[in-house]
Structures are given as C-alpha cells and as structure tokens.
C-alpha cells in the first residue's frame, strides 16, 4: 500500500518526466493517427451492427484535444444524430461529482475520514448488522462491531445492503423506499440510517447508497442544501452549466433517448416519460449517486480538472494532495469480498473512483495503466484520468442493459493498443 501511494505521489508530481520524446524533441502521444484510426472504426462497428443507437466520445492528452467524434443517433424515432452537444443521463458518474463535493469540506477541516458518521449525523448511531432470519423470518441482528466512518461510505465498505434476494433484508428495503424520489436527503439518511447493515463496516466492498449518504452528509455538515452547494462549489467554477439534475424544455431536444438491447442487434428505444422521469421536473431528492445529466465537454472539463490535479483556467477545486488521496487505493487486502468490482481490472478503490493497481495480466482484462482512476454508469457510460500519459477519457452511450456488448474493454484497447502481456 505504502509503496503503490509512493508510486503514485511521483506520477502526480512528474507529468513532465513522463512525456515521452522522439529524436526530433516531439512528444509522443498514446492517441496517435492507429489509435484514431482504431478508436473510428470501434465506435462506427457498435452502430453499423445495431448494437448502439448512438456513441460518442471526446479524449484529451497533454492538455490537448487528441479525439473527437459521434456516430449514430441520440433519438432513431426523431432522427437526431448523436453529437458533442448531446445531453445524456451520466448515472453513477454523479458519484465522482459528489466525492469532490464533499472533499471541498475535507480541505476545510469539516472532518476526517476515519470520523464516525454518527458523529455528524446520529441518524446511524448504534447499527445492527443481519445475522440472517429465525424460522418465523424475523432478523436476526447484532451489533455493529464499529461505527460507520466517513471513509466507508467513500469506498463502499458501509455494509448498506443492496441488493434484492438477501432474505428479511431485502423486503425491509423494499418497504422504507430511501430511494423515492419523493424523499429529501434527510429522510432519505434517516430510512438508511434504520435498516440493518448487510455486513460489519469494514468487512467487504458492496456497491449501493454510500454516494447518496454522501451528498447527505455535504448537507448535513455544510448547512446548505446539496444541490446548491455542488453547483456553488464544484459545477459553477468549472463552467458545468449544462451539468443538472433537471433538463429544461428548451434543451430537451438534445437530450437522448435510451435504448434498451435485447439480443444480437435489436434496440428497443424506451419512452422518454419513463427513461427521463427522474430528469424532466425538480423532485425532493437531489440524490449524489445518480441523477446528473451532462455533456461530452463538460464531464471532460471535470476529468480534466483531476488529471491537472485539481485545477484548470486558474479555477481551483481541489489541492493536489487532495486528488492523490481521492486517487489511491483505500481498500485493505483484508477486504477480499468486492462484488463484481474486480471485472474492472486489477483495481482497488478510492474515493469514489476504481484505481488501477496492476496492469491487465491477460488480453481479456480490461485495458489500462497503473495509477489510472475512473468510473462508469449504469447506461453505459465510462470516463477514466490517466495521470503518467495526462490522458483522460469520456464515453457517452445511452444503453442498457450495462455494458453486456464488450464496449467499455473495445474502447479501452482502441485507445491504448491491446495489451500484450510480454510489454510489461
């Protein structure tokens, strides 16, 4: 761990003496005329094959745009191409958006990440965690070993359960609904809050609620509601103004449609009152997991901020050091049970993003460089910041289900070349 953080620390500090120069004093770029010519022909075979409706995607290396392009249609039904101003639904690359939120309080002192959460909300004081249910099917419970830290719902090891066939828990879930969008983020934590614990904190990773309490807990701590302290603090100084939870009228007509795959080639477009339900009007729920609609260019201008370490055209969001912390891998050996997380990679996992710790060992694994940190959304989406090649990445599809089509590993190999195991 203390090595790999070492490794790190260097990449942020050395761009520089990373940039590789030909004989002529040029640098070399990873997206070269192969790469361009690879990344055009992956993207245009998704949609000649009629396995996406439209892609786009938009890579920037050494503070310079490397690749640009769109294929297909953002709505077939309307025939609006797919373009650079497209607005898509970004999913769980929130999360990432609120993980910098919330560290703009941690550079103020606001907290620790080993703090107990119940210190700043007693809405998870005293958890119980599920031993099971009894013949009856009542819980089993037991005391949480530990209180929830700050740092579990950054990386996931809360123990929230999420999912929907553990036997008692999943019905009492399904009952307190803390994800309604009738919900503010106080009820919503307080529902969450009431629940049992899947797992002891610390135990294992498990994807679920942690981002929500976090946008929660920005609120909580800061006296102000999440959206408008997101907006204030990370989307406004970035220019983000097409980053929103809501999509006015006037710009629906950029606003893709999502599709839905159903075998080899057959995309059914979903209907925009149900797929935009929860983008089309202002709920109570302002959730930090999911809700974010965004642009190729302004998902960029956040990458890019990261991979400047955490600043871009004088505008300051994070220090540096608070970008390696949030880059490097939280996740002790110890926690072996990760979910679905390790068909990402040879990652581990930081404050709200995959980080990559090794290199693929294989041609099946998914492409990448060590040091990298990155995530993706559930329809599709995929935005990553490599700091040794200053490269960063974003990826905008509108599918589901996830990524069942091999996008995600194609995108990745045409970028980097694919990966041969005797290079490294």
Request: glycine share 8%; net charge negative.
């Amino acid at each position: 761990m203390k090595k790999f953080s070492l490794f790190l620390f260097l990449l942020f500090i050395g761009f520089s003496a990373c940039q590789n120069q030909t004989e002529e004093g040029q640098v070399e770029f990873v997206v070269d005329e192969e790469a361009k010519a690879r990344l055009d022909s992956t993207l245009s075979s998704y949609v000649e094959s009629g396995n996406v409706a439209g892609i786009s995607a938009l890579i920037f290396e050494k503070d310079k745009e490397v690749y640009f392009n769109a294929y297909g249609y953002a709505n077939q039904e309307k025939n609006i191409p797919m373009d650079r101003n497209t607005i898509v639904q970004i999913y769980s690359m929130t999360k990432p958006i609120t993980g910098t939120s919330l560290m703009t309080l941690y550079e103020e002192g606001a907290f620790q990440l080993d703090d107990p959460l119940e210190k700043y909300a007693p809405e998870f004081s005293d958890m119980k965690v599920y031993q099971g249910v009894d013949e009856e099917g009542n819980l089993i419970l037991e005391d949480a070993n530990r209180p929830v830290t700050i740092r579990d719902i950054t990386r996931h090891t809360a123990g929230f359960p999420n999912r929907d066939n553990i036997p008692g828990l999943s019905e009492l879930m399904k009952e307190k609904d803390a994800r309604s969008y009738e919900n503010t983020l106080t009820q919503m934590a307080a529902k969450i809050g009431s629940t049992p614990l899947w797992f002891q904190p610390g135990a294992q990773w498990e994807y679920g609620q942690s981002v929500d309490v976090q946008a929660f807990l920005v609120e909580r701590i800061s006296g102000v509601p999440y959206q408008t302290y997101v907006r204030e603090h990370v989307l406004d100084p970035l220019g983000m103004d097409e980053t929103r939870y809501v999509v006015p009228e006037s710009d629906l007509d950029r606003f893709s449609a999502a599709y839905q795959r159903t075998g080899e080639g057959q995309l059914t477009q979903m209907p925009d009152s149900s797929a935009h339900a929860f983008n089309l009007k202002k709920w109570p729920l302002t959730p930090g997991g999911f809700g974010l609609t965004s642009t190729l260019d302004d998902y960029m201008t956040f990458a890019r901020m990261l991979v400047k370490q955490g600043s871009i055209n004088g505008t300051q969001i994070l220090k540096p050091e608070t970008v390696k912390l949030m880059a490097t891998n939280h996740l002790a050996d110890s926690v072996t049970e990760r979910s679905w997380l390790p068909s990402k990679g040879n990652v581990g996992f930081g404050i709200d993003f995959a980080v990559r710790t090794d290199p693929p060992a294989s041609q099946e694994e998914m492409n990448g460089v060590v040091g990298e940190f990155f995530w993706d959304g559930a329809a599709s989406t995929l935005f990553w910041v490599d700091p040794v090649n200053e490269l960063t990445a974003v990826l905008f599809v509108q599918l589901f289900p996830y990524d069942g089509i091999g996008l995600h590993k194609n995108f990745r190999d045409a970028v980097y070349g694919k990966f041969e195991p005797n290079s490294q």
